[in-house]
């Protein structure tokens, strides 16, 4: 009841009968480009590393912060007494 109902008899596409007014354009093939392994691992390790900096810098700064507001707030009540 579902299946696709083919021709007995498929027909022939037509034929062209003229010709191209402008010659295809021949496509160059592109360059191969051969990538090793031990680039890819470099390039992983690489990115590993500088997210490992990135986030290391970023705790820092949160700890900095974090220190300096509490010394704000212990000096200020320094000077109040």
Known sequence: MFLPKYPDSPTPPPAHTHAPTDPAPVRR???????????????????VVLTALLAAV???????????VVLRSMLRDQRHR
């Open 29 to 47: 093939p592109a360059p191969q480009i051969s990538v090793s392994a031990g680039a890819v691992a470099a390039v992983l390790v690489g990115g």
């Open 58 to 68: 970023a705790v820092t700064a949160i700890s900095v912060a974090v220190a300096a």
